[in-house]
Structures are given as structure tokens and as C-alpha cells.
Antibody, heavy 118, light 112 residues
Framework: QVQLVQSGAEVKKPGTSVKVSCTAS????????MHWVRQAPGQGLEWMGR????????NYAPKFQGRVTMTRDTSISTAYMELSRLTSDDTAVFYC???????????WGQGTLVTVSS | DVVMTQSPLSLPVTLGQPASISCRSS???????????LNWFQQRPGQSPRRLIY???NRDSGVPDRFSGSGSGTDFTLKISRVEAEDVGVYYC?????????FGQGTKVEIK
């Protein structure tokens, strides 16, 4: 069965960066885009972007362009999302989600809580 | 960006009664390939989102048939024919037609 397992919670200082990992199993990693979605506490979902694991090509939402970097390591079926210049507004749960092939996401990771605090 | 507007934002429902959530987009969601990429997700308390419906009306495997999606163009609806206790949570519509993909604000379904 498809599983996406994310790295653990992080506490970061403002101005620093965080890198979250997402390890996939149960399917061929290279065949499906991986998306990243942000959810601030008590708030809605926000699409950040996606990466093509096969080519490494990325598409970022304009809001995060310049601050987010999505990468992957195909040898260990893992996708990464790095967000830089963190502020308290970046305190959120970050989800990875597999592309559903109908312009959506069909499987989601368990989420990684990132807390930005001085 | 395409703005997705859901209503209501809060929906108290009696067990066994129907529920309906509206989702309107600021632009038509008909893609150049003829498909309409409007999807619905459920997020139960403390859980990750789960896809319920894709391309307007297609139910995911394992999703009860009391859930149905409909609509076209800019106006879409998610219906629950008879609400059960396990349906409590927040429901989001999401468009995948225009970059960047965008979600609605979410509708919180709770039991009266």
C-alpha cells in the first residue's frame, strides 16, 4: 500500500531554514509528482508546489517562489521541501502528497509541524 | 490566482440528515483538455486530508456512496445524503485547472 512518511516536528528560529523529508513506499517513486501543502494552525490548506521526481523539475506557487526549494533523492524514494527566511507566519503543518493524476493529490503524509519561534 | 469560495463555513447537521456544501470559483474550471479539475477533500480532526471526489463527481475508492459531487463551470456542490458521526471534519474544495492550484477556505461539518 502507498505510504508517505514525513520527518519529525521541528522548532526553528526566525530567519533560519527548515528542510522536511517525505519518504515514499508502495509504488514507483519516479512515476508520480510529489506536492507540498501548508496548513497554519486552525487554518486552511495552501498548495506550495510540486516536484517531478523523475526529472527534478519543479513548479512553485508564486507566494513561495524564491523561498522554497523542492528536491528529491530517487535512490531512497524521498522528497524534500526546504523553506528559508522563516517567520512566525510559517508556523504550520507541512504535508507531502502524491499526485493523483487528475490534477490533485491522492495520498498524503502524516504532516510535519514546524514551529518558528525566537 | 483563482479564488475558491465555500459556503457555509460552518454546517451543524443532525445525524441522518443531508448536508450540502457549495464551492464557487472566480474563473471557469474547464481546462483546455475539456476536463474540470475540481476536487473535494475531507480532513477529520487531527488527521491528514483525504481525497473524496476528483474531477467534480468521481468518488475515490472506499468513499461511501452517501458522498456525491456535482456542478460545472464555476459552481460546484458536495452532498452528503445522510450524515454519520464519522463525517465530522472540515471539507475543502480545490481547483487543479489553473496555476497555482488553490483551495477553498474549508467548511466545518459538526453534529448538532
Amino acid at each position: 500500500q502507498v505510504q508517505l512518511v514525513q520527518s519529525g516536528a521541528e522548532v526553528k528560529k526566525p530567519g533560519t531554514s527548515v528542510k522536511v523529508s517525505c519518504t515514499a513506499s508502495g509504488y514507483t517513486f519516479n512515476f508520480y509528482y510529489m506536492h507540498w501543502v501548508r496548513q497554519a494552525p486552525g487554518q486552511g490548506l495552501e498548495w506550495m508546489g510540486r516536484i517531478n521526481p523523475n526529472s527534478g523539475d519543479t513548479n512553485y506557487a508564486p507566494k513561495f517562489q524564491g523561498r522554497v526549494t523542492m528536491t528529491r533523492d530517487t535512490s531512497i524514494s524521498t522528497a524534500y521541501m526546504e523553506l528559508s527566511r522563516l517567520t512566525s507566519d510559517d508556523t504550520a503543518v507541512f504535508y507531502c502528497a502524491r499526485d493523483g493524476e487528475t490534477n490533485d493529490m491522492d495520498y498524503w503524509g502524516q504532516g510535519t509541524l514546524v514551529t518558528v519561534s525566537s | 490566482d483563482v479564488v475558491m469560495t465555500q459556503s457555509p463555513l460552518s454546517l451543524p447537521v443532525t445525524l441522518g440528515q443531508p448536508a450540502s456544501i457549495s464551492c464557487r470559483s472566480s474563473q471557469s474550471l474547464v481546462s483546455g483538455d475539456g476536463n474540470t479539475y475540481l476536487n473535494w477533500f475531507q480532513q477529520r480532526p487531527g488527521q491528514s486530508p483525504r481525497r473524496l471526489i476528483y474531477k467534480v463527481s468521481n468518488r475515490d475508492s472506499g468513499v461511501p456512496d452517501r458522498f456525491s459531487g456535482s456542478g460545472s463551470g464555476t459552481d460546484f456542490t458536495l452532498k452528503i445524503s445522510r450524515v454519520e458521526a464519522e463525517d465530522v471534519g472540515v471539507y475543502y474544495c480545490m481547483q487543479g485547472t489553473h496555476w497555482p492550484w488553490t483551495f477553498g477556505q474549508g467548511t466545518k461539518v459538526e453534529i448538532k
